[in-house]
């Protein structure tokens, strides 16, 4: 079985600063990439920004000049360190990963439970 799990999520006020972590954990034989998605209340699940086992970034043009997306492969664990937030910031990040269980085996996407970031004065 396969868990990712997210934390680092909370309130803040706007300007500030939160970084999220997920650690996935399990039984894992590889991972490609890694990503950050969040969702508003009302609107769809959005791309934040995603990262492969190499370290090549991808971020939406709305958070590249203020987040950034890093990982630890020896870990397994993604980063997202956010600086300048903003009110529309608020939503629950989820974590994604793309990895497989085998040696053989294709890779499947699996996500996070999700983490509420609220921006707020």
């Known amino acids: 079985q396969v868990q990712l799990v997210e934390s680092g999520g909370g309130l803040v006020q706007p300007g500030g600063s939160l970084r999220l972590s997920c650690a996935a954990s399990?039984?894992?034989?590889?991972?490609?990439?890694m990503g950050w998605y969040r969702q508003a209340p009302g609107k769809e699940r959005e791309l934040v920004a995603t990262?492969?086992?190499?370290?090549?970034?991808n971020y939406a043009d709305s958070m590249k000049d203020r987040f950034t997306i890093s990982r630890d492969n020896a870990k397994n664990t993604v980063y997202l360190q956010m600086n300048s937030l903003k009110p529309e910031d608020t939503a629950v990040y989820y974590c994604n990963a793309a990895l497989r269980v085998t040696s053989i085996g294709r890779y499947r996407d699996f996500w996070g439970q999700g983490t509420l970031v609220t921006v707020s004065s």
């Open positions: 399990g039984s894992i034989f590889s991972i490609n990439a």
């Open positions: 990262i492969t086992s190499g370290g090549t970034t």
